[in-house]
């Protein structure tokens, strides 16, 4: 009897599972044999193109990244073995907070071994049922699940809507709130909207509220300089906590930070929990962490070299026919609005010889299917030329364009 109650767990996340499958929701991975890059061997053997990397600046298979992080290794070993206040701190760590800090105009920094954790543990230390949390409706999944976590009263804006935005600060003033925080991630990465900082700051200075901006698809890059968002709004030292990942432009293997004044830090130190209680982030990826900041503080050529391939980029695609969201990030979404539309494109530009991914209902709305291309610094020219003549082919194939003429 109990066995076979206990099958009918299992049975019933195989159904799940066939049901995912049906409606076309299921998500398989593509396995990878090289380094992460502008071009990525498959385990077909065959190379493709890659526009679908959080690689904006390169430097995930990048050889003087690798060099660093095998220097930190070398120095300071494999891992810790321990939380950071027992006795996982290296001189590496604190050169890595440091030099965050520093990059984003912020007091201190607090590393996490993921952004994911980052924003799992930022709000419950800081906020409780006397506070307000006002949230974009598009929020990453992981400030969702923070937010969660938290005992304060949640207030949701509509995406990017500062009208709307006002609405809750102005609830959220009415209900009595002591403390009241705006969250936004910097970048929306489904469209590479970028957030309204300037007038988010504006509204926040009017209300007496904090701000919060999750950087996870700006540091490094956006911003005359790549401090991001806040440099790219000119609200720098306005913004008062930053989240972000060392897992994207950064570096890309993994690993996050919030960064914040000194009082916020400390009291992040002392109390969130994802910082507490799980390990220290690896000498390597620290080590190499701040190897990317010191290239990138030096220098905007990387930065500089991914804009260019932007807009390089939308020009091109937009001149072929398609229809993309209007923008100036490397996330650049191609629409093709309709879902199956979309998986056909995306496996046919794979055997064609391009990774991209299609995207569809739930996770963009209804009828707004597409796939989602991402530019690197790494892309060079006669790449990115391939890659749009293999758009043209596929689209043609597809009848999403018209047939040459
Ligand atoms: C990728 C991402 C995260 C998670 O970053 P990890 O370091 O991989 O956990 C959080 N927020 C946003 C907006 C992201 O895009």
Redesign the pocket.
């Known amino acids: 009897m109990s066995a076979q109650v206990k099958e009918t767990f299992f049975s019933g996340l195989q159904a799940n599972l066939d049901q995912m499958r049906e409606q076309g929701l299921y998500k398989p991975e593509r396995v990878i044999a090289s380094r992460q890059g502008a071009e990525v061997v498959g385990d077909d053997g065959r190379t493709r193109i890659n526009l679908c990397a959080?690689n904006y600046l390169g430097l995930s298979g990048d050889e003087a990244t690798v060099r660093a992080a095998i220097a930190a290794t070398e120095q300071y070993g494999y891992g810790l073995s321990s939380v950071r206040f027992i006795c996982g701190t290296q001189t590496v760590h604190k050169q890595l907070e440091q030099a965050i800090s520093s990059f984003l105009g912020m007091d201190d920094t607090i590393l996490?071994?993921?952004?994911?954790?980052?924003?799992g543990g930022v709000f419950e230390p800081l906020f409780d049922e006397h506070d307000a949390i006002i949230s974009d409706a598009l929020?990453?999944?992981?400030?969702i699940d923070g937010i969660r976590l938290c005992k304060a009263a949640r207030y949701r804006y509509l995406h990017n809507d500062m009208a709307d935005l006002e609405v809750q600060l102005k609830a959220a003033r009415a209900a009595g709130k002591r403390h009241i925080v705006v969250v936004t991630?910097?970048?929306?990465?489904m469209d590479g909207t970028i957030a309204q900082l300037d007038k988010i700051c504006d509204l926040a200075d009017a209300y007496g509220a904090l701000v919060m901006i999750?950087?996870?698809?700006a540091s490094g890059f956006m911003g005359a300089t790549g401090r991001g968002t806040h440099e790219h709004h000119g609200v720098m030292g306005r913004i008062d906590i930053i989240?972000?990942?060392?897992?994207?432009a950064l570096g890309g293997a993994?690993?996050?930070f919030t960064a914040a004044r000194r009082e916020v830090i400390e009291i992040l130190r002392q109390k969130s929990r994802p910082y507490l209680f799980s390990n220290t982030l690896a000498p390597s990826i620290a080590g190499a962490s701040l190897s990317v900041l010191q290239r990138l503080s030096k220098s905007t050529e990387l930065r500089d070299r991914l804009h260019a391939n932007t807009a390089f980029f939308r020009r091109e695609i937009a001149a072929l026919g398609f229809t993309i969201k209007p923008g100036t990030h490397p996330v650049v979404p191609v629409m093709l609005f309709d879902a199956p539309v979309a998986q056909k494109f995306a496996a046919r530009m794979y055997e064609l010889g391009v990774l991209v991914t299609g995207f569809f209902y739930p996770v963009v709305p209804m009828g707004q299917a597409r796939v989602r291309v991402q530019l690197s610094a790494a892309h060079s020219q006669q790449q990115l030329e391939r890659a749009l003549a293999i758009f043209e082919q596929a689209g043609r194939e597809l009848g999403l364009l018209p047939a040459k003429s």
């Open positions: 959080n996490y071994a993921a952004a994911f954790d980052a924003n929020n990453h999944a992981s400030i991630d910097g970048v929306f990465s999750d950087e996870c698809h989240t972000g990942t060392l897992g994207k993994m690993g996050g």
